[in-house]
């Protein structure tokens, strides 16, 4: 549970932000230069944006698993008094099912159109939604259904979110699934004790692991499973899950805890007790979740005040130390500067050869593994499909296991992609470890706050630049965009900011795979010929998508190193520039300038130490 302390010290770096005089003052200390090819940073409105992000108070956690493992009634024990989500359909539409805070008594049906329902929320009128049987294949085009649940749990603004369990994605829930893992800053994902983990599970899991900051695991059990089984399930997926972040990169402890529940048990707890079921102490893992966040929401946004207002306190620094000084001495500190800049940019052109090198390579390497897969694949299926015609497989059954091996030959490839990606993030965050920002003196970089980080695929906030960059994922919504812990701070290099997108791009490419189920679904009595094409065409769509993918990623994250060389090319030139100016204008202009930057030095070391002072 959040404590006053933590609100306080959000609700005040968020005036502090929020005072106009901070903004004025570091806009006389980082004026931005009138040829610059983007507009300059509006400071007014980047703190205000951090301001909001401050005061967010809506935390959204989806909960998700295979088809099957118990999540509707995982979330109807845990948020609600009765069956509200429906349970025990024949199929699902795999329609996300949102569950905020609320005492009312009606969900919203939001429907791609854009239009709304709203139903009385029970779980016959939402099964006219979900279940399949009476929505089949989603055809009433429903985009999400948000219900409201008095859940203790939910009043601090955590959201959970059913979404459609993994392996069981669609085309038309493909979108709406990537944008609430995007939004989350947590997940929950239920595990089986029979069977355990499977290898889709696998690989979801270590591109979801990489781009969520919290991952919590629970695994249900049945009523009908015995100890033993439970208990060799809970081995066997802690020792997957170990695998999958050693993997992923992912730092975890000697153990990864799993909470066994028994989610059935729960709902019959309900009905026999007016306490609400406590899951094995699963409801405060959630809460943790939202109130870890906020912590992590004020260290990041207090470390990115300190450094902005230190590199202000340094410029103006430097500008009054020049125009205090007669001209030639001033000109030989310019010049100084100039030659280490040069050196530094010198470095920094150096490593980004050999990161182009590297992502280079990594294309190749790509390609080459796609193209492999692409070749040996068919036969392997069509060999696999006709064993499976000739064992007399037909129907449903049939079907399934077509399906299987389609995803296992997606998988293969996906995993090896994956492997390669992985490798060529940390390649590069080991190049770039040892570089930073452009600081305007040699002590700054001393000074600059480190923020705490966890490998994600975002991109820097960058202090210089277009507000449109400044403010991604801020003034367009915090959510849709950058999420705290990514960056090293406005003080670091692009190591864990700009670097590491690559692995994680593969996420959204993985769904649209999954989600596609077959480009063509194969039949029992097709013919050998219509059999050979249909494989053909899966594996096409397949390399396609994965050439699409590999390509992108790796050409953005070459963009993003050069784009963040432009901007301390930029951040140094605007300085220098300035300081040159100042010392071409009259002595009263000068005089005038002085007493602003004596104003604005004041303005910035009060409120450094303001911002500063919850800053244990």
Not at 35 to 53: R, S, V, Y
Not at 422 to 439: F, I, K, P, V
Not at 454 to 470: C, F, H, Q, T
Request: with cysteine.
């Amino acid at each position: 549970m959040r404590t006053s302390k933590e609100d306080d010290g959000r609700g005040r770096l968020a005036l502090l932000l929020e005072d106009d005089r901070l903004a004025e003052a570091l806009a006389e200390a980082l004026p931005n230069r009138e040829d610059q090819e983007k507009p300059g940073t509006d400071w007014g409105m980047l703190f205000h944006a951090w301001a909001a992000d401050l005061r967010a108070d809506r935390f959204v956690v989806p909960v998700t698993g295979v088809q099957g493992c118990g999540k509707s009634l995982l979330l109807n024990s845990l948020l609600f008094r009765d069956i509200v989500l429906p349970v025990e359909a024949d199929e699902t539409t795999c329609v996300p099912c949102e569950i905020a805070f609320g005492e009312g008594n009606e969900a919203q049906v939001e429907l791609f159109s854009g239009d709304s329902v709203s139903v009385e929320q029970t779980e016959e009128e939402l099964r006219a939604w979900i279940d399949n049987a009476q929505n089949p294949g989603n055809q009433k085009g429903v985009r999400r259904i948000v219900l409201q649940s008095p859940a203790e749990i939910l009043k601090e603004g955590l959201v959970l979110v059913d979404l459609p369990g993994v392996g069981s994605m669609t085309s038309a829930n493909q979108q709406t699934t990537e944008e609430y893992l995007q939004k989350a800053v947590g997940l929950l994902y239920l595990l089986r004790s029979v069977p355990p983990i499977t290898r889709s599970e696998s690989i979801f899991l270590r591109f979801a692991w990489n781009t969520i900051p919290t991952v919590l695991f629970a695994q249900n059990r049945w009523s009908d499973e015995s100890d033993c089984e439970v208990e060799a399930g809970q081995e066997h997926n802690e020792m997957v899950l170990q695998s999958v972040a050693h993997d992923a990169r992912i730092p975890v402890g000697e153990s990864i805890p799993i909470r066994v529940l028994n989610v059935h048990g729960s709902m019959d707890q309900i009905a026999s007790s007016d306490d609400p079921a406590d899951l094995n102490g699963l409801g405060v893992d959630l809460a943790a979740v939202s109130d870890g966040w906020r912590e992590r929401v004020l260290a990041d946004r207090r470390g990115r005040a300190i450094n902005v207002v230190r590199d202000g306190i340094e410029a103006v620094n430097a500008r009054l130390g020049s125009m205090e000084v007669d001209q030639e001495t001033a000109r030989s500190q310019i010049n100084a500067e100039d030659r280490r800049f040069r050196s530094y940019f010198a470095d920094l052109d150096d490593r980004f050869s050999t990161a182009s090198d590297r992502i280079d390579e990594y294309k190749r390497n790509s390609g080459r593994a796609v193209r492999t897969w692409a070749e040996e694949t068919p036969p392997r299926l069509r060999s696999e499909i006709r064993q499976i015609m000739i064992g007399g497989v037909d129907g449903a059954n049939l079907d399934s296991a077509l399906h299987d091996r389609e995803r296992e030959a997606g998988n293969s490839i996906v995993e090896e992609l994956q492997v390669l990606s992985c490798d060529l993030d940390d390649e590069l965050r080991e190049l770039y470890s040892t570089t930073g920002r452009w600081q305007f003196s040699v002590e700054a970089g001393q000074k600059a706050i480190g923020i705490p980080h966890k490998r994600k695929i975002e991109v820097l906030l960058e202090p210089v630049g277009g507000v449109a960059g400044s403010l991604a994922g801020s003034a367009a919504g915090f959510w849709a965009g950058v999420k705290i812990g990514t960056a090293v701070g406005f003080s670091g290099g692009p190591a864990g900011a700009v670097v590491g997108c690559v692995a994680g791009g593969f996420l959204g490419a993985w769904i649209g795979i999954e989600s596609k189920k077959g480009i063509v679904r194969l039949r029992a009595d097709q013919a050998a010929e219509s059999i050979k094409k249909s494989v053909g065409q899966f594996v096409e769509e397949t390399r396609k998508v994965l050439d699409r993918q590999t390509a992108d990623s790796a050409n953005r994250q070459a963009e993003q190193l050069r784009q963040w060389m432009d901007a301390q090319r930029v951040r140094y030139e605007t300085q220098r520039d300035i300081r040159l100016s100042d010392l071409a204008n009259s002595l009263d202009d000068r005089t005038a300038a002085v007493t602003l930057l004596r104003d604005a030095q004041s303005t910035l070391v009060e409120s450094l130490r303001k911002i500063g002072e919850g800053d244990d």
